[in-house]
């Protein structure tokens, strides 16, 4: 079996993932540091492994991290061994773990931010609206990064002023660029950070998911103050990363697709159709980091070898020809059944999948209402990913707004 090794840089993850789809279900990867894990690349078999009870998320089981072989300063160490939540463990303990979560994570208290999350796309384009008619903008700087982080930290009761700092952390947390030497820091930053905000919140709680964790019980059992503290470190990074990226790339698509844009403008095709394609498509997360295997498992006529690490490659399986026909590589915001699995599938599916759609789908409706004309202001061939292997992340967004409806040119 040939082995792939992913690019850090990521300056071609659509032929990347074409290639790992050509190896076939289950492919051999190198992710950078020189780690080998297996990935899988077809729909199918991604669904079949996902609720395969054979494939855990206790790194314990992984040979290389019983030979010591993975350092302690590996960039990816805190998306392989990111501590004790619902993410890493399995069965009951998950069982348990997901059940106090969902308590605090209802759709009643996700419904109750779609008030502010059209507040805060007002106050966005708003701002937009105030930038010097004409000249480029950078979308994601200016509106797909502020409205995630507002919406996920005021869920969460995270203070703006700590914003500023998350983002530097995060981005360290997610680079494949970090230096070595940094990422031992830079954990123990994020630990520092998040057990601070625990801390507040049991002094003074809130009406918000943090105080909400802390309260929950099930039967007398609450979660640990460490379940907590990583809890809402992996909330706040998924609830925004992926948002962003969604926003993002939903504008990518209907840049490079105006007959479909026009569509939906005029509302010919549905908003839940262009982020349901653009989750497939060119989803948010192109690689989720890391599953293992207690037995040897057979996926199509390869083998998954016992104490092997398995990652999902979401960017090579949303365009499986298998699964979605020989149409899998255009967009198509009209398609139908798009059974995708961008947030997942089984035991661990993303908990903040409704959220994610709930702001995309507030967001952009409105931005495309305020700013009709809206396009790429350089050829889509210059825009370039972040050093993010698991991340389909843009540096920028480039864009011209053109003229905000019911303004005067």
């Known amino acids: 079996m040939t082995r792939i090794a992913l690019d850090p840089f990521v300056r071609d993850l659509d032929g990347e993932s074409a290639a790992l789809r050509a190896a076939g279900p289950l492919a051999e990867v190198e992710l950078p540091g020189g780690v080998h894990v297996y990935a ?72 109750r931010l779609r008030a ?21 903008v950078d979308l994601k700087a200016e509106f797909a990064y502020p409205l995630p982080m507002n919406v996920i930290s005021e869920l969460m009761g995270v203070d703006a002023a700590d914003h500023p700092r998350l983002k530097e952390l995060f981005e ?15 954990m123990a930053d994020l630990g520092a950070l998040f057990t601070k905000i625990v801390e507040e ?37 998924a609830g925004h990363e992926t948002t962003i990226s969604l926003i993002v790339n939903a504008v990518e698509a209907l840049a490079l697709h105006p007959e479909q844009r026009e569509k939906v403008v005029s509302g010919e ?41 398995l990652i999902v490659s979401f960017g090579a399986l949303g365009r499986d020809e298998e699964q979605y026909g020989p149409t899998a590589g255009e967009f198509d915001a009209t398609r139908t059944p798009n059974r995708h699995i961008a947030f997942g599938h089984g035991p661990h599916i993303c908990p903040g999948a409704a959220l994610s759609r ?26 370039r990913n972040k050093p993010i292997v698991t991340q389909n992340d843009l540096y920028e967004l480039p864009v011209k707004l053109g003229c905000p409806l019911g303004h005067d040119a």
Not at 56 to 68: C, F, H, L, S, T
Not at 358 to 383: K, M, T
């Open 269 to 309: 095709i549905p908003w839940e159709g262009v982020i349901e394609e653009t989750l497939r498509w060119n989803t948010p997360t192109s690689h989720v980091l890391i599953r293992f295997a207690t037995e040897d498992i057979e996926v199509g006529d390869k083998v998954l070898p016992k104490g092997e690490a």
């Open 40 to 111: 899988v690349t077809h729909h199918k078999e991604a669904r079949a492994l996902l609720t395969d009870g054979r494939v855990v998320k206790d790194i314990n089981v992984w040979n290389a991290w019983q030979r010591g072989e993975i350092p302690a300063d590996w960039p990816l160490i805190g998306l392989a061994n990111p501590g004790r939540s619902m993410l890493t463990v399995d069965g009951p303990d998950h069982r348990r773990l997901r059940t106090l979560v969902a308590q605090a994570l209802t759709v009643k208290r996700v419904e």
């Open 116 to 136: 502010g999350i059209e507040a805060l796309t007002e106050a966005s384009l708003e701002r937009l609206a105030a930038l010097p008619a004409g000249e480029p």
């Open 201 to 237: 919140k049991k002094a003074n709680p809130g009406d918000d998911l943090t105080s909400a964790l802390i309260a929950a019980s099930e039967n007398g059992d609450h979660l640990t103050d460490e379940e907590i503290v990583n809890t809402l470190q992996l909330i706040i990074a």
């Open 358 to 383: 709930l702001e995309a789908g507030i967001a952009l409706p409105a931005l495309y209402e305020r700013f009709p004309e809206l396009d790429l202001a350089v050829p889509a061939s210059e825009l």
């Open 172 to 186: 360290k947390f997610f680079s494949t660029q970090t230096p070595p030497e940094e990422v031992p820091q830079m």
